[in-house]
């Protein structure tokens, strides 16, 4: 079975331009997470979408937004692009309900702002 | 205070040694941990997944928890070159509502390298 995918694998953006990250969860899978992780960091959390409803949201600026569509896939949106939004992007896919913190990541994209 | 606290290393092993890596925790109602190993420049992979004290095991891998003391451990018996990667804790409420919901909070990640 495939695991989570990610799209683009690499991405180079200057300051003040929007991004947009894709993510295909596991097969079976309703719900998908989004996190940042910065070199030496632990991921970070963004958001959370089960069943196409935005379920939880961490401490990120308005800038960043989401969506998950009807086949579950999920988009995460960056909007006016900061240096400190360089970073690797994850995507987690969980079965969802009482398994919603069984998380399986993606390889991530990695965006550079310049 | 962080929610997690992990010692960063880096951590220096020879082959074969029992690795020992552990996290503590500030919030008594995180009932959900996860162990995490990360190669370099990759996306996180699930080791263990546990949700009560004591200890669970899968191959050379064993993870134990103690809610008493909040802390959590993972040990890896027979090191091999092939351990060597970042390895992240995290941790989660019990179905939190609200903002929370499907948050797992992370360690800042221990970067251990085992040599032959």
């Known amino acids: 079975d495939a695991g989570v995918t990610q799209s683009p694998t690499h991405l180079i953006k200057t300051r003040g331009q929007h991004v947009t990250l894709r993510c295909s969860p596991i097969?079976?899978?309703?719900?998908v997470s989004w996190y940042q992780q910065v070199l030496g960091q632990g991921p970070q959390f963004i958001f959370q979408y089960y069943e196409k409803e935005e379920r939880g949201r961490g401490n990120f600026p308005d800038r960043f937004s989401a969506r998950q569509f009807p086949n579950y896939s999920s988009e995460l949106n960056v909007n006016a692009l900061l240096l400190g939004d360089s970073a690797l992007y994850l995507c987690a896919s969980s079965p969802g309900g009482l398994g919603i913190y069984e998380q399986y990541f993606g390889p991530g994209t990695r965006l550079t702002v310049t | 205070q962080k929610e997690v606290e992990q010692d960063p290393g880096p951590l220096s092993v020879p082959e074969g040694a029992i690795v020992s890596l552990n996290c503590t925790y500030s919030n008594s109602a995180f009932q959900y941990f996860m162990w995490y190993r990360q190669y370099s420049r990759k996306g996180p992979e699930l080791l263990m997944y546990t949700y009560s004290s004591g200890n669970k095991e899968d191959g050379r891998f064993t993870a134990q928890v103690d809610k008493s003391s909040k802390y959590i451990s993972l040990f890896i018996r027979d090191s091999q070159p092939s351990d060597s990667a970042t390895y992240l804790c995290a941790i989660s409420l019990s179905h939190a509502g609200g903002t929370s919901y499907g948050k797992l909070t992370f360690g800042q990640g221990t970067i251990l390298t085992v040599h032959p």
């Open positions: 097969s079976g899978h309703k719900s």
